[in-house]
């Protein structure tokens, strides 16, 4: 309710207050794990209207929201959430949503912010690195796979996972950008890159 009582406040263009309180809230909420699938997808629904309400011109990020921005996000990964992720990827969020979630807080971090030009934020389940020459983020998923439901035959997600976001996208690359990972498991056989189509979004 606070959540969107700030949204109705930013879209009227009124500047408001307690935005970065609702975040620390959501931290301390998120770290002792969801009791329930809905637990997630309310955490989700609120992280989503913050970026949305951090778009606007009377909110901007401080780097305290996006610590707890990247804090509640690893919070939500931590494995004793597994099995509530898997109930609520049936109602409702995919990786896919997740990975946009992310990516469209990243692109909020580099056009709003004005005192933060480089950021490093490292959590259990997450590193993100944000750079202002564009608008670069990185981030780096580190138990991602066991969340992800790839079971088609005998298939695992067998590394990190690493979404980056440049924006305005660059027209080439003069040499291509290379990136290795550690599997996670020994013994895999006919291991495959994959590599995330954003046309199929």
Partial sequence: MMTREHLAKAQRGLPGEGVSEVIQTL?????????????????IDVLRNMTEIFRRAYYSPTPGDVQNFVQIISNLLAEENRDKWEEAQLMGPNARELFRLVE????????????LRDAYQVTDNLEADDSSVFVVGTVLYRNLGSFLALQRN?????????????????????????????HMYNGTTNQTCILWDETDV
């Avoid at 469209?104 to 005192?115: A, L, P």
């Avoid at 695992?156 to 440049?166: G, P």
Wanted: glycine residues 6%.
């Fill in 154 to 182: 005998t298939t695992v997600l067998n590394s990190k996972v690493i979404s980056v976001t440049v924006k305005p996208p660059p027209r080439s690359l003069l040499t291509p950008l290379e990136i290795e990972f550690a």
């Fill in 27 to 43: 931290v301390e909420i998120s770290q002792d794990g969801a009791s329930y699938s809905g637990d997630l997808l309310s955490a």
């Fill in 104 to 115: 469209d807080f990243v692109d909020v971090i580099g056009f709003r912010m004005k005192d």
